[in-house]
C-alpha cells in the first residue's frame, strides 16, 4: 500500500477520536437510562408495598412507634418553648437573689430587723398620748402680756422675781421709787428685760411719763424741756429726738407723752400741755413723736379725749366731761403714734353710765376718730376715781370686754398683784371674753415686733 501523507494520518486520527467520543457517548446514556428504569421500578415497588402496608392489619402501638422515624417527630408547639424559657429564667433570677442575699446584702441582727405588726383590736388598750395644755391655761400663760404694772423695788429682789415669773406681766410703769441713778436703772432695766425673754420669749414694755418739766420722771435726764417751752416744730423734734435718745439709752422703749388735752388755765393738767391753740399743739406733737420715732421709742398720746373743765385732781373723783376738743388727737395721728392713753372720765354724750376705758361706745369713738389701729392703753387703774365706784374685778376686765388693748396698773393704790389675782379669777371663771382678750395680745405682741 503505498504510504499515507502526514495530513492523512491526521485525518484519520481525528475520526477515530471522534468514533471513540461517540462510543463513550452512547454508553453512558445506557447507563443513565439503566440507571432510569431501576429507580422507576424500585419506585413501583415501593408503591405495591405501601398498598400492601394499607391493607394488612393495624401494628400494635409500641411496635409502630419504634418505626417512626426520629425526622418525622413533631415540632413542639410554641407556648411550650416559652414556658420552658420562662423556667430557666426564673431558675436564674432565683440562684442570683441567694447569692445577692448570702453574700453581698450587710447582715442585719435579727433584733434589729422591724417587723410588721398588726394595728390593735378595740379590745387593747392603747397608751394614752402626751396631753397638749388646754386653750385656757395657753391663754393664763399669755394674758399677763395685758398689764403693764409698777412697783416698789429698784432691784430684781427674789420677791420682784418671782412676781414676774408667776404672772409674766408685758410691761413695766417706772416710778419715782424705782429710779435711783442712771447705772442703776439700767441694771434694773436689763434684768427685767432678759428675766422676760428667758420667760415668754416677748421684750417688755419699759414705759415712763417723761413729759419735760413739771413731770420727768426720770429726773437725771438733761432733755426736761416742759411742752410749753415748744415754739415750734423744728424744736419740737429737737426735743423729741434728744429725749428719746437718752431714753432708749437707759432701755427705757414707751414714752407716755405728749400730753394733748386741750384745757383751760384753771384745769388740773394745764400746766403739762402745750398750752396753745388745738391746731398748732397738733403741729407740735407730730414733731415731737417724729424726733422720739426718729430714736426708736414709742409714743403714747395722752389723755384722749381730754380731762376737760377739771380743776382738782381727776385721779381721786370720777367726773364727766362734755364737748371736749378732740383736733389736735386727730392732727397728731398724722406721725403715727403706736398707742393713745384714755382718760378716767365719763363723756356724757357718748356714754352717761360708764367712764369711757369700760363703754364699748366710747372706745368705738375713739375709734372713729382716730383709727382702729393704734392701741389703746388705759389710764392708770389704779386710782381712786375707780375704787370708789366699781369692783376690783370690774376695773380690770371692763375694759377689755370694750376693748382697750393695754391695762396700766402702777399699784399706786392697791398693789399690782391684786389686780392680776382679780383678772386671773376671772378668767378662771370666764367672767372676761377670751376672744377679745387673744385680740388684745396679739395686737401687743405685733407691736413688740416692732422694737428696735
Known amino acids: 500500500m503505498p504510504e499515507k501523507s502526514k495530513d492523512e494520518k491526521l485525518e484519520f486520527l481525528k475520526r477515530e477520536e471522534i468514533r471513540t467520543m461517540q462510543k463513550d457517548i452512547a454508553r453512558l446514556r445506557e447507563s443513565e437510562a439503566q440507571k432510569e428504569r431501576e429507580r422507576i421500578a424500585a419506585l413501583k415497588s415501593e408503591k405495591v408495598k405501601k398498598i400492601v402496608r394499607e391493607k394488612a392489619p393495624e401494628e400494635k402501638p409500641a411496635e409502630k412507634e419504634e418505626k417512626i422515624s426520629i425526622s418525622r417527630l413533631p415540632k413542639p408547639s410554641p407556648f411550650k418553648k416559652y414556658s420552658i424559657r420562662l423556667l430557666v429564667l426564673l431558675i436564674f433570677f432565683l440562684l442570683a437573689g441567694s447569692f445577692i442575699w448570702f453574700f453581698v446584702l450587710p447582715k442585719v441582727p435579727l433584733g434589729e430587723i422591724i417587723l410588721w405588726v398588726e394595728p390593735p383590736t378595740e379590745k387593747e388598750t392603747i397608751p394614752p398620748l402626751e396631753e397638749t395644755p388646754a386653750p385656757k391655761e395657753e391663754l393664763k400663760d399669755r394674758a399677763g402680756q395685758l398689764f403693764i404694772v409698777g412697783f416698789e423695788e429698784s432691784t430684781l429682789t427674789p420677791e420682784l422675781k418671782e412676781f414676774f415669773i408667776k404672772y409674766k406681766p408685758g410691761g413695766v410703769l417706772l416710778l419715782s421709787a424705782n429710779i435711783k441713778n442712771k447705772e442703776q436703772l439700767k441694771n434694773l432695766i436689763s434684768d427685767l428685760q432678759n428675766l422676760s425673754l428667758e420667760q415668754t420669749g416677748l ?89 422720739q420715732k426718729e430714736a426708736g421709742i414709742l409714743t403714747a398720746i395722752k389723755h384722749f379725749p ?118 386671773f379669777a376671772a378668767l378662771e371663771k370666764k367672767e372676761v371674753s377670751e376672744e377679745k382678750i387673744n385680740a388684745a395680745i396679739s395686737r401687743i405682741i405685733n407691736l413688740k415686733q416692732t422694737l428696735k
Open 203 to 291: 421684750p417688755l414694755l419699759i414705759a415712763v411719763d417723761q413729759e419735760g418739766e413739771p413731770m420727768s420722771r426720770i429726773f437725771f435726764l438733761e432733755e426736761k424741756t416742759s411742752q410749753v417751752q415748744i415754739a415750734n416744730s423744728g424744736f419740737a423734734f429737737q426735743v423729741g429726738l434728744g429725749r428719746g435718745q437718752e431714753l432708749k439709752d437707759l432701755g427705757v422703749n414707751l414714752n407716755l407723752a405728749p400730753v394733748l388735752d386741750d384745757i383751760k388755765k384753771e384745769d388740773f393738767y394745764f400746766g403739762r400741755t402745750f398750752q396753745r391753740p388745738p391746731e398748732i399743739a397738733g403741729e407740735l406733737a407730730i414733731s415731737l413723736i417724729l424726733g
Open 306 to 423: 381730754g380731762y376737760v373743765g377739771i380743776s382738782f385732781d381727776p385721779r381721786n373723783k370720777l367726773t364727766e366731761i362734755s364737748s371736749p376738743e378732740i383736733s389736735q388727737f386727730k392732727k397728731a395721728m398724722e406721725a403715727n403714734p403706736e398707742l393713745v392713753m384714755m382718760a378716767n372720765v365719763i363723756y356724757r354724750d357718748v356714754d352717761p353710765a360708764l367712764p369711757l376705758i369700760f363703754s364699748s361706745p366710747g372706745v368705738q369713738f375713739l375709734k372713729d376718730n382716730l383709727g382702729s389701729d393704734i392701741l389703746i392703753i388705759s389710764e392708770d387703774l389704779a386710782q381712786n376715781a375707780l375704787l370708789a365706784n366699781f369692783s376690783l374685778k370690774d376695773i380690770v376686765t371692763k375694759p377689755i370686754e370694750a376693748g382697750i388693748d393695754i391695762l396700766l396698773f402702777s399699784g399706786w393704790r392697791v398693789p399690782a398683784e391684786d389686780g392680776l389675782e382679780a383678772f
